[in-house]
């Protein structure tokens, strides 16, 4: 128990008595207190723990909990598109590093499939004061190194899809 619900427990129990209404009020508020404090530990966002939890996202199919962690930009792109990113359920993966400044941050995973690993690295950026991961600065990067703009990226995307030509 945290140092402020010992006392608070104790406050209540030396002034009051130990009668069972007293006893049942410090339990439910050191229950509150801790059990708020818990919350906030298992729950609080760092570029880590986000990362690892959309890695397990991924590996479930749980795309309710993927679109959640991406950022607001990324939820631009069609549901379907970030679910089908990865095909393949079955696959390890390892923080290989971490690093965040002010709202930004990096964290490099290496994804085994298949038997074979690749290195990438992640940007996130925090929303809301929670961390998200941004798909869509490195597609950004990858359509622009193919000649296509973003927009017109998105525009055949609604059309039905990118088969034809590249710009």
């Given amino acids: 128990m945290t140092s402020l619900s010992v006392r608070l427990f104790r406050l209540l129990l030396d002034r009051r008595g130990a009668s069972p209404a007293n006893v049942l ?15 906030w530990w298992t ?7 986000t ?10 199919g749980d795309s309710k909990s993927i679109m959640d962690m991406v950022t607001s930009e990324s939820r ?4 379907q598109m970030i679910q ?17 400044q002010g709202d930004q941050a990096t964290v490099g995973i290496s994804v085994t499939i298949m ?8 940007t996130l950026h925090k929303e809301g004061g929670a961390w998200k991961i941004d798909i869509v600065s490195p597609l950004k990067a990858a359509l622009q190194q193919q000649g296509i703009r973003w927009e017109d990226f998105l525009q055949r995307l609604k059309a039905g899809g990118m088969a034809g030509g590249n710009k």
């Fill in 76 to 79: 631009q792109l069609p549901e």
């Fill in 84 to 100: 089908s990113a990865n095909p393949f359920k079955d696959f390890t993966y390892k923080i290989e590093s971490s690093q965040a």
């Fill in 51 to 60: 990362v690892q939890a959309f890695m397990e996202a991924v590996k479930r």
């Fill in 43 to 49: 729950h609080r966002s760092s570029p880590d723990s």
């Fill in 115 to 122: 038997g074979k690993s690749i290195s990438q690295q992640l």
């Fill in 25 to 39: 009020l410090a339990v439910v508020l050191a229950v509150l207190v801790l059990g708020g404090g818990g919350w």
